[in-house]
T-cell receptor
């Protein structure tokens, strides 16, 4: 059973701080890793994806992947109240099913 | 490029009825996946269609079915609705190619309420 684990939170950070969201996965064959943001009552929006070990930066977002330790994280710099949402981690393996496995999500609250 | 569209956006049905939801993927995307999202269970995979064929299936009863047309548009059907089927139904579009990274893009969802 492939598992993707996330702390449900809520993670509360002050405006302007760095928010760090973590995700661990059980399948060592995992190849593609995705972060989605979901506002309450809305659908998930793809914000980052990463395939190789290391960091990938896009604006205020940085995805970090460590395959040896089987975790992927998302850093949000200069957090804004508009970043308050649930962040879903999704992981896809290289073979078999094409479908990513989703974590349950971490709720992030950025307070002014 | 237009995003994923889903219709209808909201539905209210009665127990025992059936419902059909529709999804149009991003142009050029051949894979359409369907998910059910509830507060208690999170995002659960229903099935995936690629080039008009069901390629993957989740652990849902046979009351949940789907199909895909030659233009990649997909429909999902739920028969004999139960109260527990109340959920947000999401469609996700992807290129679906074997060697691709498989990024999925979600539609706005259909909010189904069963009374």
């Amino acid at each position: 059973q492939k598992e993707v684990e996330q702390n449900s939170g809520p993670l509360s950070v002050p405006e302007g701080a760095i928010a760090s969201l973590n995700c661990t996965y059980s399948d060592r064959g995992s190849q593609s890793f995705f972060w989605y943001r979901q506002y309450s009552g809305k659908s998930p929006e793809l914000i980052m994806f990463i395939y190789s070990n290391g960091d990938k930066e896009d604006g205020r977002f940085t995805a970090q992947l460590n395959k040896a330790s089987q975790y992927v994280s998302l850093l949000i710099r200069d957090s804004q109240p508009s970043d308050s949402a649930t962040y879903l981690c999704a992981v896809r393996t290289s073979g078999g099913s094409y479908i990513p496995t989703f974590g349950r999500g971490t709720s992030l609250i950025v307070h002014p | 490029k237009a995003g994923v569209t889903q219709t209808p956006r909201y539905l209210i049905k009665t127990r025992g009825q059936q419902v059909t939801l529709s999804c149009s993927p991003i142009s050029g995307h051949r894979s359409v996946s369907w998910y059910q999202q509830t507060p208690g269970q999170g995002l659960q995979f229903l099935f995936e269609y690629f080039s008009e064929t069901q390629r993957n299936k989740g652990n849902f009863p046979g009351r949940f079915s789907g199909r895909q047309f030659s233009n990649s548009r997909s429909e999902m059907n739920v028969s004999t609705l139960e109260l527990g089927d109340s959920a947000l139904y999401l469609c996700a579009s992807s290129l679906g190619l074997r060697d691709s990274s498989y990024e999925q893009y979600f539609g706005p969802g259909t909010r189904l309420t069963v009374t």
